[in-house]
């Protein structure tokens, strides 16, 4: 893999769902295979919202525990990202002694969800809008030097372009209008709930869920919920 492949297959993407299928696939040649993008700031020229996890494959009990959790309020990566302007690793943090107790039992629980040799990517857009990618290995023994690291400091800023332009043409689209209960059924579908927790926590039957459902994925014109949650979230229709 190389950054000029990697620009023009990104060039050729016309959706934010197979844009960041691209940027997994990408990190995952390299030995990342773990990857978040948030936006740490509102961006206001999209008409989009702060928030955590805008579109991730970190695994879903690890991504349920840190919300449950409410992490994002102590996470050092998150408050780095604006304090930084550079790719850093989970190292910094430990070699400036500069974590809480909270947060060296949040870096533990990371290890111990196999989230190893982290990285956190900050991104800055126009306006001072600013985004940032994480970045995770299930492997412990994960070489990474100073020329991966630019490597993937140039695919997480395609990336980001490629996002912004995505988005830019989307907001010409007519807009997409969902109930209450579709949002409520997104929300918690971002969340990592399964179908049966969702009835149970709204209190409706599986074949409501399912009818739902089948309107929220038509409406976002998808077939995987996944996909739904991404373009919701990109959207501005949800927030989590």
Same mark, same amino acid.
């Given at each position: 893999?190389?950054?000029?492949? #990697? ?6 993407? &016309? ?8 940027? =997994? *696939? !990408? @990190? +995952? ?37 840190? #919300? ?6 102590? &996470? ?8 930084? =302007? *550079? !790719? @850093? +690793? ?56 100073? *020329?991966?690291? +630019? ?90």
């Amino acid at each position: 893999m190389t950054i000029f492949s #990697f620009i023009e297959d990104s060039n050729r993407v &016309d959706n934010t769902a197979e844009l960041f299928t691209l940027l =997994e *696939n !990408t @990190f +995952s040649e390299i030995g990342f295979d773990q990857v978040v993008f948030s936006l740490m700031t509102d961006h206001p020229h999209l008409e989009l919202k702060q928030g955590h996890g805008v579109a991730f494959n970190y695994p879903e009990d690890w991504m349920r525990y840190y #919300f449950e959790k409410n992490y994002a309020e102590i &996470d050092p990566v998150r408050s780095y990202m604006f304090a930084s =302007e *550079n !790719t @850093f +690793s989970w190292d910094v943090f430990h070699e400036k002694e500069l974590l809480s107790q909270k947060q060296e039992r949040f870096f533990k629980e990371a290890n111990e969800a196999e989230l190893y040799n982290g990285y956190g990517i900050p991104l800055r857009g126009t306006n001072g809008a600013i985004a940032g990618i994480g970045l995770a290995s299930s492997d412990k023994n994960l070489d990474i030097d100073k *020329n991966k690291e +630019s490597l993937m400091n140039l695919i997480s800023q395609q990336f980001y372009n490629c996002f912004i332009d995505i988005e830019r043409k989307t907001k010409a689209l007519p807009p997409v209008t969902l109930t209450k209960r579709e949002k409520e059924l997104l929300k918690w579908s971002a969340r990592g709930k399964s179908r049966a927790q969702i009835s149970e926590i709204l209190n409706i039957s599986g074949n409501t869920i399912g009818f739902h459902s089948k309107n929220v994925l038509k409406k976002l014109d998808t077939n995987h919920m996944t996909v739904a949650v991404i373009k919701a979230i990109n959207l501005g229709i949800i927030q989590i």
